[in-house]
Protein backbone atom coordinates (compact mmCIF):
# COMPACT_ATOMS: atom_id res chain seq x y z
CA UNK A 1 0.00 0.00 0.00
CA UNK A 2 3.00 2.29 0.70
CA UNK A 3 4.45 1.80 -3.14
CA UNK A 4 0.56 2.49 -4.46
CA UNK A 5 0.54 5.83 -2.08
CA UNK A 6 4.25 6.76 -3.75
CA UNK A 7 3.29 6.37 -7.00
CA UNK A 8 -0.44 8.18 -6.88
CA UNK A 9 1.77 11.19 -5.55
CA UNK A 10 4.72 10.48 -7.87
CA UNK A 11 2.11 10.31 -10.50
CA UNK A 12 0.48 14.13 -9.27
CA UNK A 13 3.82 15.60 -8.59
CA UNK A 14 6.42 14.18 -11.13
CA UNK A 15 7.67 16.62 -13.79
CA UNK A 16 10.75 14.98 -14.54
CA UNK A 17 13.54 16.05 -17.88
CA UNK A 18 15.11 13.49 -18.95
CA UNK A 19 17.63 15.19 -20.29
CA UNK A 20 13.94 15.07 -23.72
CA UNK A 21 10.64 18.84 -39.45
CA UNK A 22 11.06 19.18 -42.44
CA UNK A 23 10.59 16.05 -44.15
CA UNK A 24 14.00 15.47 -46.17
CA UNK A 25 13.82 13.24 -49.78
CA UNK A 26 15.43 9.87 -48.99
CA UNK A 27 16.09 6.21 -50.22
CA UNK A 28 14.00 3.94 -49.19
CA UNK A 29 14.22 -0.32 -49.17
CA UNK A 30 17.34 -2.54 -47.46
CA UNK A 31 19.26 -1.86 -44.64
CA UNK A 32 22.35 -0.47 -47.39
CA UNK A 33 19.94 2.67 -48.20
CA UNK A 34 20.03 3.57 -45.13
CA UNK A 35 21.09 7.45 -44.24
CA UNK A 36 24.37 7.54 -42.53
CA UNK A 37 25.64 10.23 -39.97
CA UNK A 38 29.23 10.65 -38.60
CA UNK A 39 29.64 13.28 -35.78
CA UNK A 40 33.58 14.53 -35.46
CA UNK A 41 34.64 14.95 -32.35
CA UNK A 42 37.65 15.71 -30.49
CA UNK A 43 37.78 11.87 -29.36
CA UNK A 44 37.17 10.58 -32.52
CA UNK A 45 34.54 9.70 -35.35
CA UNK A 46 31.20 8.30 -34.80
CA UNK A 47 28.49 7.44 -37.62
CA UNK A 48 25.21 6.34 -36.89
CA UNK A 49 22.67 4.58 -39.53
CA UNK A 50 19.54 6.06 -39.59
CA UNK A 51 16.26 3.92 -39.39
CA UNK A 52 13.81 4.58 -42.46
CA UNK A 53 11.18 2.82 -39.89
CA UNK A 54 11.69 5.75 -37.88
CA UNK A 55 10.83 8.82 -40.75
CA UNK A 56 10.16 11.62 -38.58
CA UNK A 57 13.13 10.95 -36.67
CA UNK A 58 15.06 10.39 -38.89
CA UNK A 59 14.08 13.46 -41.65
CA UNK A 60 14.57 16.02 -38.66
CA UNK A 61 17.97 14.88 -37.67
CA UNK A 62 19.19 15.08 -41.17
CA UNK A 63 17.91 18.70 -41.72
CA UNK A 64 19.27 19.74 -38.64
CA UNK A 65 22.71 18.21 -39.44
CA UNK A 66 22.78 19.73 -42.69
CA UNK A 67 22.13 22.98 -41.24
CA UNK A 68 24.90 22.22 -39.12
CA UNK A 69 22.66 22.60 -36.10
CA UNK A 70 24.81 20.42 -33.82
CA UNK A 71 28.47 21.47 -35.07
CA UNK A 72 30.15 22.96 -31.69
CA UNK A 73 28.03 21.36 -29.52
CA UNK A 74 28.70 19.08 -26.91
CA UNK A 75 28.31 15.47 -25.46
CA UNK A 76 26.89 17.50 -22.00
CA UNK A 77 25.80 14.37 -20.11
CA UNK A 78 27.77 11.09 -19.70
CA UNK A 79 26.82 8.45 -17.91
CA UNK A 80 29.10 4.65 -17.81
CA UNK A 81 27.11 1.58 -18.39
CA UNK A 82 24.55 3.95 -19.46
CA UNK A 83 24.71 6.28 -22.73
CA UNK A 84 26.16 9.62 -23.72
CA UNK A 85 23.95 12.34 -24.79
CA UNK A 86 24.33 15.72 -27.11
CA UNK A 87 22.17 18.00 -28.93
CA UNK A 88 21.81 20.93 -26.46
CA UNK A 89 22.32 24.16 -27.84
CA UNK A 90 22.99 26.05 -25.21
CA UNK A 91 26.35 23.83 -24.50
CA UNK A 92 27.97 25.49 -27.71
CA UNK A 93 30.81 27.24 -26.12
CA UNK A 94 29.15 26.55 -22.36
CA UNK A 95 31.55 27.58 -19.71
CA UNK A 96 32.57 25.04 -17.33
CA UNK A 97 29.99 24.48 -14.82
CA UNK A 98 26.65 25.69 -16.53
CA UNK A 99 23.95 23.20 -16.31
CA UNK A 100 22.67 21.92 -19.24
CA UNK A 101 19.86 19.38 -20.73
CA UNK A 102 16.96 21.90 -21.13
CA UNK A 103 17.52 23.28 -24.39
CA UNK A 104 16.41 22.32 -27.98
CA UNK A 105 14.89 24.05 -31.06
CA UNK A 106 11.73 24.93 -29.78
CA UNK A 107 9.63 21.73 -31.46
CA UNK A 108 9.00 18.09 -30.20
CA UNK A 109 8.77 14.88 -32.41
CA UNK A 110 5.92 12.76 -31.69
CA UNK A 111 6.75 9.09 -30.71
CA UNK A 112 7.86 6.34 -33.29
CA UNK A 113 7.97 3.42 -31.11
CA UNK A 114 8.96 0.22 -32.60
CA UNK A 115 8.97 -3.50 -31.42
CA UNK A 116 11.64 -3.69 -33.45
CA UNK A 117 14.50 -1.29 -31.92
CA UNK A 118 15.57 -1.85 -28.68
CA UNK A 119 18.04 -0.47 -26.56
CA UNK A 120 21.21 -2.38 -27.40
CA UNK A 121 24.34 -1.10 -27.21
CA UNK A 122 25.17 1.59 -29.72
CA UNK A 123 21.43 2.21 -30.31
CA UNK A 124 20.88 5.85 -31.25
CA UNK A 125 17.53 7.41 -29.40
CA UNK A 126 15.78 10.69 -28.69
CA UNK A 127 16.05 12.41 -25.51
CA UNK A 128 12.56 13.71 -24.16
CA UNK A 129 10.91 15.43 -21.37
CA UNK A 130 9.54 13.04 -18.50
CA UNK A 131 6.10 13.23 -16.41
CA UNK A 132 2.55 13.82 -17.41
CA UNK A 133 3.82 17.18 -19.10
CA UNK A 134 4.67 14.49 -22.01
CA UNK A 135 2.24 11.83 -21.78
CA UNK A 136 2.43 10.68 -25.54
CA UNK A 137 6.28 11.13 -24.84
CA UNK A 138 7.25 13.17 -27.77
CA UNK A 139 11.11 13.38 -28.32
CA UNK A 140 13.44 16.64 -27.88
CA UNK A 141 13.68 17.96 -31.40
CA UNK A 142 17.47 17.89 -31.25
CA UNK A 143 18.61 16.26 -27.99
CA UNK A 144 19.91 12.34 -28.59
CA UNK A 145 21.86 9.82 -26.49
CA UNK A 146 24.12 6.65 -27.81
CA UNK A 147 23.27 3.63 -25.90
CA UNK A 148 26.18 2.47 -23.94
CA UNK A 149 24.85 0.07 -20.97
CA UNK A 150 25.56 -3.00 -20.18
CA UNK A 151 25.20 -6.89 -20.28
CA UNK A 152 21.71 -7.70 -19.00
CA UNK A 153 20.69 -11.88 -18.02
CA UNK A 154 17.70 -13.00 -19.75
CA UNK A 155 15.75 -14.41 -17.10
CA UNK A 156 16.15 -10.41 -15.96
CA UNK A 157 14.38 -9.54 -19.02
CA UNK A 158 11.07 -11.28 -18.45
CA UNK A 159 10.98 -10.12 -14.72
CA UNK A 160 11.85 -6.38 -16.86
CA UNK A 161 8.42 -7.11 -19.52
CA UNK A 162 6.34 -7.98 -16.48
CA UNK A 163 7.44 -4.95 -14.57
CA UNK A 164 6.48 -2.33 -17.87
CA UNK A 165 3.87 -3.73 -18.50
CA UNK A 166 2.48 -2.77 -15.16
CA UNK A 167 4.15 0.38 -15.73
CA UNK A 168 2.41 0.90 -18.84
CA UNK A 169 -1.24 0.72 -16.79
CA UNK A 170 -0.11 3.26 -14.58
CA UNK A 171 0.81 5.71 -17.15
CA UNK A 172 -2.68 4.71 -18.82
CA UNK A 173 -4.06 5.65 -15.66
CA UNK A 174 -2.45 9.26 -15.27
CA UNK A 175 -3.23 10.30 -19.33
CA UNK A 176 -6.85 9.69 -17.61
CA UNK A 177 -6.07 11.47 -14.32
CA UNK A 178 -5.07 14.69 -16.26
CA UNK A 179 -8.00 14.58 -18.95
CA UNK A 180 -10.64 17.40 -18.70
CA UNK A 181 -13.53 15.30 -17.39
CA UNK A 182 -11.66 14.04 -14.24
CA UNK A 183 -10.21 17.60 -13.32
CA UNK A 184 -12.55 17.40 -10.16
CA UNK A 185 -10.83 13.95 -9.19
CA UNK A 186 -7.25 15.60 -9.88
CA UNK A 187 -7.89 18.41 -7.33
CA UNK A 188 -9.03 16.55 -4.67
CA UNK A 189 -6.45 13.93 -4.76
CA UNK A 190 -3.48 17.24 -4.57
CA UNK A 191 -4.92 18.28 -1.55
CA UNK A 192 -5.95 14.89 -0.06
CA UNK A 193 -1.68 14.74 -0.14
CA UNK A 194 -1.47 18.59 0.46
CA UNK A 195 -3.39 17.55 4.06
CA UNK A 196 -1.19 14.06 4.67
CA UNK A 197 -4.64 12.36 4.63
CA UNK A 198 -3.11 8.85 3.19
CA UNK A 199 -6.45 6.98 4.12
CA UNK A 200 -8.67 9.14 2.52
CA UNK A 201 -5.85 9.79 -0.71
CA UNK A 202 -5.92 6.20 -0.89
CA UNK A 203 -9.77 5.14 -0.80
CA UNK A 204 -10.04 7.86 -3.95
CA UNK A 205 -6.62 7.08 -5.48
CA UNK A 206 -8.52 3.70 -6.10
CA UNK A 207 -12.27 4.53 -6.57
CA UNK A 208 -10.66 6.69 -9.47
CA UNK A 209 -8.51 3.39 -10.85
CA UNK A 210 -12.08 1.18 -10.23
CA UNK A 211 -13.41 3.52 -12.94
CA UNK A 212 -11.04 2.41 -16.14
CA UNK A 213 -10.01 -1.13 -14.66
CA UNK A 214 -12.46 -3.23 -17.52
CA UNK A 215 -10.36 -0.76 -20.01
CA UNK A 216 -6.71 -1.36 -18.79
CA UNK A 217 -7.27 -4.74 -20.87
CA UNK A 218 -6.83 -3.03 -23.49
CA UNK A 219 -3.34 -1.31 -22.95
CA UNK A 220 -0.64 -2.63 -25.50
CA UNK A 221 2.18 -4.58 -23.99
CA UNK A 222 5.54 -6.14 -25.83
CA UNK A 223 7.98 -9.12 -25.43
CA UNK A 224 11.35 -9.42 -26.51
CA UNK A 225 12.17 -12.16 -29.32
CA UNK A 226 15.06 -14.32 -28.50
CA UNK A 227 17.17 -12.54 -30.74
CA UNK A 228 16.52 -9.32 -28.83
CA UNK A 229 17.35 -11.37 -25.51
CA UNK A 230 20.23 -12.95 -26.74
CA UNK A 231 21.69 -8.90 -27.45
CA UNK A 232 21.13 -7.69 -24.48
CA UNK A 233 22.45 -10.79 -22.50
CA UNK A 234 25.58 -10.35 -24.76
CA UNK A 235 26.00 -7.20 -26.63
CA UNK A 236 24.32 -5.25 -23.62
CA UNK A 237 21.95 -2.18 -23.56
CA UNK A 238 19.36 -0.42 -21.68
CA UNK A 239 16.43 -1.93 -21.97
CA UNK A 240 14.13 -0.02 -19.08
CA UNK A 241 13.79 2.57 -21.99
CA UNK A 242 12.46 0.54 -24.45
CA UNK A 243 8.98 1.46 -25.50
CA UNK A 244 9.77 4.90 -23.87
CA UNK A 245 11.69 6.41 -25.59
CA UNK A 246 12.54 6.37 -29.52
CA UNK A 247 15.41 4.60 -31.23
CA UNK A 248 15.68 5.43 -34.79
CA UNK A 249 19.54 4.55 -35.69
CA UNK A 250 22.15 2.82 -34.65
CA UNK A 251 26.11 3.51 -34.63
CA UNK A 252 28.02 1.32 -37.00
CA UNK A 253 31.53 2.76 -37.00
CA UNK A 254 33.33 4.50 -33.66
CA UNK A 255 31.88 1.87 -31.19
CA UNK A 256 35.15 2.64 -29.47
CA UNK A 257 34.87 5.99 -29.33
CA UNK A 258 31.35 5.84 -27.62
CA UNK A 259 33.40 3.92 -25.32
CA UNK A 260 36.02 6.39 -24.43
CA UNK A 261 33.72 9.21 -24.23
CA UNK A 262 31.54 6.92 -22.03
CA UNK A 263 34.81 6.79 -19.50
CA UNK A 264 35.69 10.47 -18.75
CA UNK A 265 35.51 12.17 -15.84
CA UNK A 266 32.31 14.07 -15.19
CA UNK A 267 30.73 16.73 -12.18
CA UNK A 268 27.97 15.76 -10.20
CA UNK A 269 25.18 17.02 -13.04
CA UNK A 270 27.09 14.05 -15.58
CA UNK A 271 29.06 16.69 -17.36
CA UNK A 272 32.39 15.98 -18.27
CA UNK A 273 34.92 17.77 -16.87
CA UNK A 274 37.09 17.64 -20.27
CA UNK A 275 34.39 18.77 -22.94
CA UNK A 276 33.47 16.45 -25.35
CA UNK A 277 33.20 18.56 -28.52
CA UNK A 278 31.55 17.55 -31.80
CA UNK A 279 33.06 19.68 -34.37
CA UNK A 280 32.01 18.21 -37.92
CA UNK A 281 28.87 16.73 -38.56
CA UNK A 282 28.67 15.17 -42.27
CA UNK A 283 25.14 13.26 -44.00
CA UNK A 284 25.98 10.30 -46.83
CA UNK A 285 22.81 9.39 -48.41
Known amino acids: MKLI ?12 IVAFAMPTKTKKGSK ?7 FETNFGAITVALYNETPLHRD ?16 HRVIDNFMIQAGDPDSKGAPAGKTLGMGGPGYTIPAEFNTKFIH ?5 AAA ?72 NFMAKWQEFNDRYKDSLT ?33 VIQ ?8 AKVATDRNNRPLEDVIITKVSVEK
Open 128 to 199: RRGGPQNPKKESSGSQFYIVVGQQVPMEQLDAMVAQKADQAKAEYIQTKLYEPENKAYLNELIELQKAGDRQ
Open 60 to 75: NFVKLAEEHYFDSLLF
Open 32 to 38: MDQIHVT
Open 5 to 16: YKIGIAILLSAA
Open 218 to 250: TVPTFSYTEEQKNTYSTIGGTPHLDMDYTVFGE
Open 254 to 261: GLDVVDKI
Open 120 to 124: KKGAL
